[in-house]
């Protein structure tokens, strides 16, 4: 268990908060696209200026011009590039692999625009290829994909499966654990909503300090205070740090809180259920030792993410 543990921590140690987006706007058989990934993503691409635009390809378009820059002032590494179809289109396929080219766990949204008509697309590890259609999406495409979005995100990354896992390893029993799950899911909820309407909006690398930190808070609790009361009021404040997470998905791609929440939330309590029955048929000394293989990656994950 300690090294499976070891090895999802090791899968995903670039980042926790990994997200780029992008725009595409045709006229007519021309159309101009234009990529925006954040700096700290680039140190993990080789030769940028050439790889980013690559992981991205248009069906039955052909390249004319491209070009990249960074844009220390903003944050971001812009690439800019014009392509032009054979002729006039009206749905555009796209394949989008930028997970391969900068983490496992990086999310694009791609926003579309053609005479008026507006769609979008949302690529991850496991969906690199979509077709844009330009038609508004019906009511239940929306809550679908959205729903289905948010499930993926709240399981998209080592620390946030290693933060359930944790969680079920601080119930003490059953009943404690459902408490538990319902007060970290109202807490990650609360947050996502409240966080636009304050004044202090998180930097990325502060979510991903403060979700290490989530992790390594729990292992404490169960290694050195296994009968402390008031767990449940522990959980809901760590619900709202992993809320920041969604916050920041939220915003960048402009998704319906409800939809992604409610997605994240079902994902989060099937994961929830499949952990409880696996450590519930592993000896004591197993959780222990989980325990502190989760409090040694939640430090290191910590101080990693104060490095840079």
Same mark, same amino acid.
């Given at each position: &268990?300690?090294?499976?543990?070891?090895?999802?921590?090791?899968?995903?140690?670039?980042?926790?908060?990994?997200?780029?987006? !992008?725009?595409?706007?045709?006229?007519g058989? %021309?159309?101009?696209?234009?990529? %925006? &990934?954040?700096?700290?993503?680039?140190?993990?691409?080789?030769? @940028?200026?050439?790889?980013?635009?690559s992981?991205?390809?248009?069906?039955?378009?052909?390249?004319?011009n491209? !070009?990249?820059?960074?844009? @220390?002032?903003?944050?971001?590494?812009?690439?800019?590039?014009?392509?032009?179809?054979?002729?006039p289109?009206?749905?555009?396929?796209?394949?989008?692999?930028?997970?391969?080219?900068?983490?496992?766990?990086?999310?694009?949204?791609?926003?579309?625009? &053609?005479?008026?008509? *507006?769609?979008?697309?949302l690529?991850?590890?496991?969906?690199t290829?979509?077709?844009?259609?330009?038609? @508004? =999406?019906?009511?239940?495409?929306?809550?679908? !994909?959205?729903?289905?979005?948010?499930? &993926?995100?709240?399981?998209?990354?080592?620390?946030?499966?290693?933060?359930?896992?944790?969680?079920?390893?601080?119930?003490?029993?059953?009943?404690?654990?459902v408490?538990?799950?319902?007060?970290?899911?109202?807490?990650?909820?609360? !947050?996502?909503?409240?966080? =636009?309407?304050?004044?202090?909006? =998180?930097?990325?690398?502060?979510?991903?300090?403060?979700?290490?930190?989530?992790?390594?808070?729990?292992?404490?609790?169960?290694? #050195?205070? @296994?009968?402390?009361?008031?767990?449940?009021?522990?959980?809901?404040?760590?619900?709202?740090?992993?809320?920041?997470?969604?916050?920041?998905?939220?915003?960048?791609t402009?998704?319906?809180?409800?939809?992604?929440?409610?997605?994240?939330?079902?994902?989060?309590?099937?994961?929830?259920?499949?952990?409880?029955?696996?450590?519930? %048929?592993? =000896? %004591?000394?197993? *959780?222990?030792?989980?325990?502190?293989? #989760?409090?040694?990656?939640?430090l290191?994950?910590?101080a #990693?993410?104060?490095?840079?």
């Amino acid at each position: &268990m300690v090294l499976m543990f070891v090895l999802l921590a090791t899968a995903a140690w670039p980042h926790a908060v990994s997200f780029s987006s !992008s725009d595409l706007t045709i006229d007519g058989v %021309r159309a101009h696209y234009e990529l %925006r &990934m954040p700096l700290y993503e680039i140190s993990h691409v080789t030769s @940028p200026e050439r790889t980013l635009l690559s992981h991205v390809r248009l069906s039955g378009a052909q390249l004319l011009n491209a !070009s990249c820059a960074a844009h @220390p002032e903003t944050g971001l590494y812009v690439c800019e590039a014009d392509y032009q179809f054979a002729a006039p289109v009206e749905a555009v396929g796209v394949e989008c692999t930028l997970a391969a080219a900068t983490v496992p766990n990086h999310v694009h949204l791609l926003r579309a625009e &053609m005479g008026g008509r *507006h769609d979008q697309a949302l690529f991850d590890i496991s969906f690199t290829n979509a077709t844009l259609r330009f038609r @508004p =999406p019906t009511t239940t495409e929306v809550a679908v !994909s959205e729903s289905a979005a948010g499930g &993926m995100r709240a399981l998209g990354g080592a620390v946030q499966l290693l933060f359930l896992a944790a969680l079920v390893l601080a119930a003490r029993g059953r009943n404690q654990l459902v408490i538990l799950a319902a007060m970290f899911l109202l807490g990650q909820a609360a !947050s996502a909503l409240v966080v =636009p309407h304050a004044l202090w909006q =998180p930097a990325p690398r502060f979510v991903e300090a403060a979700a290490a930190l989530t992790v390594a808070y729990l292992a404490v609790e169960i290694l #050195l205070l @296994p009968q402390a009361g008031a767990r449940w009021a522990i959980a809901a404040v760590l619900g709202a740090f992993h809320g920041l997470y969604f916050r920041l998905f939220l915003q960048t791609t402009g998704y319906h809180a409800g939809y992604v929440l409610a997605g994240a939330a079902l994902a989060e309590l099937v994961a929830i259920g499949l952990l409880a029955l696996v450590f519930s %048929r592993l =000896p %004591r000394v197993v *959780h222990k030792l989980s325990a502190c293989g #989760l409090l040694c990656f939640g430090l290191a994950w910590f101080a #990693l993410r104060l490095r840079g």
